[in-house]
């Protein structure tokens, strides 16, 4: 996934849900006029990708967390916070916009997968 991006990579596939009410989660609706709105609380969730990558004869290796809410009934994702355990690790990941979509594309990947409990192919 990240291959043309970094020289080497790990992911650690597990996804940590960490809500404080899972009341919250559920879908309420609202009446607008005529309309029925449908507003879903977001789901917080933190994901642990684990970095490994060459820079000049020096291996930096790392771990990013990602703090995120999903919105599932749209699919929409709402980036809360990036935290890095080696700081030379953010000119690779932020400072490269293809990277930073790939990250993307896996997490909504392993969105769909825990959500709807099938395997998406690579």
Known sequence: MFKDD?????LMHRVYFSHSNTAED???????GDNMVSNSKPIRL???IAFS????????????????EYYSSDGSIKYRD???SDPRLIKHIEGNPRVMKNIDSYLRKNLL???YGFKLMS
Do not use: C, P, W
Not at 6 to 10: A, F, K, L, M, P
Not at 57 to 68: A, Y
């Open 26 to 32: 559920n879908l309420s609706t609202d009446n607008d």
């Open 113 to 115: 997968e825990a959500e």
């Open 53 to 68: 990558i060459k820079e000049n004869d020096q291996v930096i290796s790392g771990i990013l967390t990602i703090e995120f």
């Open 46 to 48: 933190s994901h642990l």
């Open 6 to 10: 970094v020289t080497d990579y790990n």
């Open 82 to 84: 990036m935290r890095y």
